[in-house]
């Protein structure tokens, strides 16, 4: 175990259901990440929060809304999804202060119907 | 933006051969490059990483060589085994206000055969 946990682990939801992934980390690390990972295709980075604030946003539609209420949780809040955003969906956390390495949870596997 | 390119997308070696892959950045600020491995149905794990003021890392049967003239990076897996048998991916960051914007190549899923 790598101390970043994700819920749940597969999700299956219709396009107009609202739904929410969970990320918690108990590594004491500042910055926290969600990554979308579709086959043959690069993990895409989607958002990035430090200390609570988010530092990034690389273009994702709005019906992904990333929450961060403290440092060791993450959300990432669904609503009117696509059936191409069907994807494994990856949260990530690292410590910053000099140190580089991200630790990944095991994702949520989405299934948009 | 950083734009990262991972070849091959495909490999195959047989146990105990050599297996070579390459990536390369487009984003010269970049100054952090890892290695993840991820098996199937399980997380991304960091296999060894390199940073800009080093040219080449070894850690057992791995081994990364960065050229940053070049922007280009490699991990090299000796004396392969099946359990090397995975998805790579290489990734590139510019570590930055604490944290790491890590992009990542398309990956390469590495076959072993015994």
């Known amino acids: 175990e790598t101390g970043v946990t994700q819920t749940p682990r597969h999700l299956v939801m219709g396009m107009t259901n609202k739904k929410s992934l969970k990320c918690e980390q108990h590594?004491?690390?500042?910055?926290m990440y969600w990554y979308k990972q579709s086959a043959k295709k690069p993990l895409e980075l989607m958002f990035v929060?430090?200390?609570?604030?988010?530092?990034e946003n690389n273009s994702v539609p709005s019906r992904f809304s990333p929450e961060c209420p403290n440092s060791s949780h993450l959300f990432l809040h669904l609503h009117t999804l696509q059936p191409e955003d069907s994807a494994l969906y990856l949260c990530?956390?690292?410590?910053?202060?000099?140190?580089?390495?991200?630790?990944f949870g095991q994702g949520t596997r989405l299934t948009v119907v | 933006g950083e734009n990262v390119e991972q070849h091959p997308s495909t490999l195959s070696v047989q146990e105990g051969d050599s297996a070579v892959i390459k990536c390369t950045y487009s984003?010269?600020?970049?100054?952090?490059f890892p290695w993840y491995k991820q098996e199937l149905g399980k997380r991304p794990q960091l296999i060894i990483d390199?940073?800009?003021?080093?040219g080449e890392k070894k850690d057992q049967r791995i081994a990364v060589t960065l050229n940053k003239t070049a922007k280009h990076f490699s991990l090299h897996i000796t004396e392969t085994q099946p359990e090397d048998s995975a998805v790579y991916f290489c990734?590139?960051?510019?570590?930055?206000?604490?944290?790491?914007?890590?992009?990542f190549g398309a990956g390469t899923r590495l076959a072993v055969h015994p």
């Open positions: 990530a956390s690292s410590q910053g202060q000099g140190s580089t390495e991200a630790f």
């Open positions: 590594l004491g690390h500042n910055a």
């Open positions: 929060y430090n200390f609570k604030e988010q530092t």
């Open positions: 984003d010269s600020a970049s100054n952090y």
């Open positions: 390199i940073r800009s003021n080093v």
């Open positions: 990734a590139a960051a510019m570590f930055s206000g604490g944290y790491n914007k890590l992009i």
